[in-house]
T-cell receptor, first 117, second 116 residues
Framework: DTGVSQNPRHKITKRGQNVTFRCDPI?????LYWYRQTLGQGPEFLTY????????KSRLLSDRFSAERPKGSFSTLEIQRTEQGDSAMYLC???????????????FGEGSWLTVV | AQTVTQSQPEMSVQEAETVTLSCTYD???????LFWYKQPPSRQMILVIR??????QNATENRFSVNFQKAAKSFSLKISDSQLGDAAMYFC?????????????FGKGTKLTVNP
């Protein structure tokens, strides 16, 4: 399978703990995106990378959230001191270099479900 | 800020029939992209169809077509000859072109049920 891969698919954590999600984009896709989706809502943009550079961040990405893409390949999204409001599905997506600006499709992973108890 | 509204939380259609999903959006931009995405249960979101705002011709992809009304800021999706595999959440999304943002703004989605 050469699609966008996300791990873990499901995570249950206690409030106050830290969690980390990993995303492996489609090979040779330079752009990588993180979105958050809660029940009954559409995805909300969090951040995106072009190669290793984080070029855009949403105000939704509070200081408890950090995303990295150190070598321009896989990315991690860490949430520190989790709160119940962080419970959501975290979607990763990738696209070729020109991304949406050239009308390129972005490809989504299956998402990582986070439940904070 | 741009917003996308999908006024139909749920829709149902009989297999082989046609259904139309509604989407309206608010923007002050003149150039932008609009998208419809499909999200089957427990599966990844996939692009169904895309429309560039500067194109007057409505986009079509096999059984999927759109009715793009720029002045009305309306972007509906028509699914013809509905199939059981079309059952999913459908999201309308907007992306501005100016400013270099890669952000997609999504609506809340419409759950489509296809009855055999």
């Amino acid at each position: 399978d050469t699609g966008v891969s996300q791990n873990p698919r499901h995570k249950i954590t206690k409030r106050g703990q830290n969690v980390t999600f990993r995303c492996d984009p489609i090979s040779e896709h330079n752009r990588l995106y993180w979105y958050r989706q809660t029940l009954g809502q559409g995805p909300e943009f969090l951040t995106y990378f072009q190669n290793e550079a984080q070029l855009e961040k949403s105000r939704l990405l509070s200081d408890r959230f950090s995303a990295e893409r150190p070598k321009g390949s896989f990315s991690t999204l860490e949430i520190q001191r989790t709160e119940q409001g962080d419970s959501a599905m975290y979607l990763c997506a990738s696209s070729p270099l020109q991304g949406l600006s050239s009308g390129n499709t972005i490809y989504f992973g299956e998402g990582s479900w986070l439940t904070v108890v | 800020a741009q917003t996308v509204t999908q006024s139909q939380p749920e829709m149902s259609v009989q297999e082989a029939e046609t259904v139309t999903l509604s989407c309206t959006y608010d923007t002050s931009e003149s150039d932008y992209y609009l998208f419809w995405y499909k999200q089957p249960p427990s599966r990844q979101m996939i692009l169904v169809i895309r429309q560039e705002a500067y194109k007057q011709q409505n986009a079509t992809e096999n059984r999927f077509s759109v009715n793009f009304q720029k002045a009305a800021k309306s972007f509906s999706l028509k699914i013809s000859d509905s199939q059981l595999g079309d059952a999913a959440m459908y999201f309308c999304a907007y992306r501005r072109i100016q400013g270099g943002s890669e952000k997609l703004v999504f609506g809340k989605g419409t759950k489509l049920t296809v009855n055999p």
